[in-house]
Nanobody
Framework: VQLQAFGGGLVQAGGSLRLSCSAS????????MAWFRQAPGKEREFVVA????????RTSDSVKGRFTISRVNAQNTVNLQLNSLKPEDTAIYYC?????????????????WGRGTQVTVSS
């Protein structure tokens, strides 16, 4: 599986962005999908995950109520809506896929990773 994330950019605090992750091959409901992020000088951290069928999600406390993940299995696409962005959301955002059991938020459980897309939030 190859993952490609896109949709990042520069936005002012309080603004919104929509990230998308396109998966090559037939993924359907084979994988748990998630977004992680890594800010400069910090470790990669979990952001949000969605179950294979799209009926369950896990969201980190730092983005709860602001970020929403969704997936369209027929299109092999996972989206991340980022609202009410803050400067501390600035990071490279990575989409990832896991064959592990639901739920999982550990980066070690995700076997496939996209290259990442930069999100920069100005104050």
């Amino acid at each position: 599986v190859q993952l490609q994330a896109f949709g990042g950019g520069l936005v002012q605090a309080g603004g919104s962005l929509r990230l998308s992750c396109s998966a090559s091959g037939r993924t359907d409901n084979t994988f748990i999908m998630a977004w992680f992020r890594q800010a400069p000088g910090k470790e990669r951290e979990f952001v949000v995950a969605i179950s294979r069928g799209g009926d369950n999600t896990r969201t980190s406390d730092s983005v709860k109520g602001r970020f929403t993940i969704s997936r369209v299995n027929a299109q092999n696409t996972v989206n991340l809506q980022l609202n009410s962005l803050k400067p501390e959301d600035t990071a490279i955002y990575y989409c990832a896929a896991s064959r592990s059991s639901w739920p999982t938020t550990a980066s070690a459980d995700f076997e496939f990773w996209g290259r990442g897309t930069q999100v920069t939030v100005s104050s």
